[in-house]
T-cell receptor
Framework: AQSVTQLDSQVPVFEEAPVELRCNYS??????LFWYVQYPNQGLQLLLKYLSGSTLVKGINGFEAEFNKSQTSFHLRKPSVHISDTAEYFCAVSAGGSQGNLIFGKGTKLSVKP | GAGVSQTPSNKVTEKGKYVELRCDPI?????LYWYRQSLGQGPEFLIYFQGTGAADDSGLPNDRFFAVRPEGSVSTLKIQRTERGDSAVYLC???????????????FGNGTRLTVT
């Protein structure tokens, strides 16, 4: 079975500062990895995903994530955040071959302050 | 174009009542998923439809929960004898081709917030 751990429930950061949101997973099979963002009162939106190939994945809004198989991590990064990045971010994993039956972490609330 | 639509956006019901939650997927999407998001938690998988059939219902918590998709488009999640612990946001998602399709990401609706009093 797969599981996801997001180590930080809340991350406050100042505007234009860099940010890293941590995600670790466990799985006995190959996995697909995802980051979703949820803005207030909106649905989940896909930021980026890792299926295979290059371990550095670039997504929308300047975010990127790196798949590290040896550390079973998929941390999300952005070099300079904006106020508009304030949202909740969810890391998710699915067994290889599936993008649907996702196992989500508990989420990290990113709060960007001016 | 239109995204995944869920109605109602909010539903308040009394303990013991029956509720139905509706999901209109993106037109042409064959795969449809239901998730439940409790307060302070990430979404939790409930059930997956490929076309009209439930391909995986392993996430349904008990037999009070049931979902249908009779024509392979709109889906209804039904909850009988609601309990306070059923209070959550119920999310629907659709994708073009479903499991096994590498480039078939999920598109989520805004959810239905269910409150059982």
């Amino acid at each position: 079975a797969q599981s996801v751990t997001q180590l930080d429930s809340q991350v406050p950061v100042f505007e234009e500062a860099p940010v890293e949101l941590r995600c670790n997973y466990s799985s006995s099979v190959s996995v697909y990895l995802f980051w979703y963002v949820q803005y207030p009162n909106q649905g989940l939106q896909l930021l980026l995903k890792y299926l295979s190939g290059s371990t550095l994945v670039k997504g929308i809004n300047g975010f990127e994530a790196e798949f590290n198989k040896s550390q079973t991590s998929f941390h999300l990064r952005k070099p300079s955040v904006h106020i508009s990045d304030t949202a909740e971010y969810f890391c998710a994993v699915s067994a290889g071959g599936s993008q649907g039956n996702l196992i989500f972490g508990k989420g990290t609330k990113l709060s960007v302050k001016p | 174009g239109a995204g995944v639509s869920q109605t109602p956006s909010n539903k308040v019901t009394e303990k013991g009542k029956y509720v139905e939650l509706r999901c209109d997927p993106i037109s042409g999407h064959t795969a449809l998923y239901w998730y439940r998001q409790s307060l302070g938690q990430g979404p939790e998988f409930l059930i997956y439809f490929q076309g009209t059939g439930a391909a995986d219902d392993s996430g349904l918590p008990n037999d009070r929960f049931f979902a249908v998709r009779p024509e392979g488009s709109v889906s209804t999640l039904k909850i009988q004898r609601t309990e306070r612990g059923d209070s959550a946001v119920y999310l629907c998602a659709s994708s073009l081709m479903g499991q096994g399709a590498r480039n078939s990401p999920l598109h989520f609706g805004n959810g239905t917030r269910l409150t059982v009093t």
